[in-house]
């Protein structure tokens, strides 16, 4: 890398009586960095969602229309979590990470403010993609700062921890949208509609992370030895089974963790193939659950910001949970975790689909959502699939870490990231559109369920192959 995304260097040892509260403070303003600051990211990765139902009803794009261009934030962040993952796993973070969340922020405002962002669908696609570009630049840096600053047997419980972050910022195009409409209240005396406001669902996000990334550049670092700390597994005493100094300190070259530690590494294989059906189902409902609220169930604006908020507030205790389940009851066994979680997950999906609308003859007898059974029970399941997707989500990011040494981690986790976004979002956002476009709901629905069925096949052959894998690294290394 060049200029100010090079890593820090190593520096000398600082004196052992200040390496403990210097340690413990420094991993909690680093995690600061990384929570804040891929919370962030999710002001701007799918907020587009919310401006849909707008665009719809002003009449400017069709379904179809909208998830081909909502496919261009998949195809780009696919490609750009792989290709930034090798350039992160050779960079600062603490330059890295901020600067794409400043470019992101930036393409999500233009889009709201100039009419031009979005004034046919070759400009709309080409202004997504590079949205999604920027969106890559996100992960990467963090899933390297989380491997060197904390310990495998510590992993599990601090990356469910840190992943609740994308939930936490993904809550927060909702509450916008919520302000936008009281704001629009205020100034015009009536109801917002969705077709009233979809350009703040854009910029007010947008602006938000742009600013964002001022502090979070300043409270980031990069590994413990540019700090003047030793490696974290000497620090805490807590080596992994296949664990070697000269491989996981010191810097690979782009052949050895490309070609070594990803392409040759089966069981990262595995759990890529099945994240294409996990973020299938993950970007399935997120995206499509403001317009199929709309037009199937009766939802308003606010009843369907409510939804899509509380949807991504779910995923908080749901993956906390998932991670102590894989760490304290399954002891590091992420495949089985994933499955039990992808089977559960599967079938709130089913029962979400199967919930009948409300009778257009009751409508009237309801005055808000939350008075409506029929629109609650809506708001009951989207909230338990919430729950329970981002735990298989997490899952996969964090086996793809510990599947590589540090020096490769961020790419092993952006080569699982390229499938989940290239064959799970692009095919959340076009198939699910065509899908109900062409065949109803029903149709849309019909491509979920079934990549929820794929997705739970394939995590119990990663299951079975995680046992092979820990068995293997038992005959080698020994038990520590």
């Known amino acids: 890398m060049f200029g100010p995304f090079k890593p820090a260097p190593h520096i000398a040892e600082l004196p052992a009586e200040k390496i403990d509260s210097t340690y413990r403070r420094l991993r909690w303003q680093v995690f600061a960095g990384i929570f804040f600051g891929y919370a962030a990211y999710y002001f701007v990765r799918a907020n587009f969602d919310l401006a849909q139902p707008g665009l719809i009803q002003a009449g400017l794009y069709t379904k179809a229309e909208l998830g081909v261009i909502g496919s261009a934030a998949g195809l780009a962040y696919g490609l750009s979590k792989f290709v930034m993952a090798g350039m992160s796993d050779r960079s600062n973070p603490r330059v890295f990470l901020p600067f794409g969340l400043l470019l992101s922020g930036l393409c999500m ?19 997504i993609f590079l949205n999604g570009w920027f969106q890559g630049m996100g992960w990467p840096p963090c899933g390297r700062t989380m491997v060197h ?7 599990g419980t601090i990356v469910s921890i840190w ?10 195009p909702g509450a916008m949208v919520l302000l936008a409409s009281a704001v629009f209240f205020s100034t015009h005396g009536i109801e917002a509609q969705a077709k009233d406001i979809w350009q703040q669902s854009l910029y007010y996000p947008g602006i938000a992370a742009m600013i964002c990334a001022i502090p979070v550049y300043f409270v980031m670092r990069d590994t413990p ?10 620090w805490r ?25 990803v ?15 996990v973020y299938l189902i993950r970007y399935g409902v997120l995206k ?3 317009v199929y609220l709309s037009e199937v169930k009766h939802f308003n604006i606010k009843g369907t910001a409510w939804a899509y908020t509380i949807y991504e507030l779910a995923a908080v205790p749901g993956t906390l949970l998932c991670g102590w389940v894989s760490d304290k009851v399954f002891k590091g066994k992420r495949g ?11 079938a709130a999906v089913v029962a979400y689909w199967m919930n009948p609308a409300t009778p257009e003859a009751e409508l009237a007898n309801y005055s808000a959502w939350y008075q409506n059974p029929y629109q609650l029970t809506d708001f009951i399941l989207m909230t338990l699939i919430g729950f329970l997707i981002y735990g298989p989500v997490m899952l996969i990011g964090l086996h793809a870490l510990e599947l590589a040494p540090k020096k490769a981690a961020g790419t092993a986790a952006g080569f699982t990231g390229l499938f989940g976004y290239l064959g799970g979002t692009v095919s959340a956002s076009a198939v699910i559109g065509w899908a109900a476009q062409h065949y109803g709901w029903d149709g849309g629905f019909y491509v979920m369920i079934g990549g929820g069925i794929l997705a739970v096949l394939l995590l119990l052959i990663v299951m079975v192959e995680e046992g092979k894998h820990k068995a293997k690294l038992g005959d080698t290394y020994g038990t520590k």
């Open 109 to 127: 405002t233009l889009m709201g403010l100039f009419p031009w962002a979005t004034s046919g669908i070759a400009i709309m696609w080409a202004m």
């Open 163 to 172: 992943n609740t972050a994308h939930n936490i910022g993904g809550m927060m």
């Open 149 to 155: 600053w904390w310990s495998k047997s510590e992993r």
């Open 225 to 234: 030895q540019s700090c003047g700390l030793p490696s974290i597994e000497k």
């Open 263 to 277: 392409l040759k590494n089966k069981l990262l294989w595995y759990i890529a193939l099945a994240n294409v059906f």
């Open 336 to 346: 089985l975790t994933g499955f039990i979680f992808m089977i559960l997950t599967t």
């Open 237 to 261: 005493n807590d080596y992994p089974d296949d664990y070697n100094e000269k491989t996981y300190e010191n810097d690979l070259s782009t052949k050895e963790i490309f070609v070594t530690y």
């Open 288 to 290: 499509w659950s403001p």
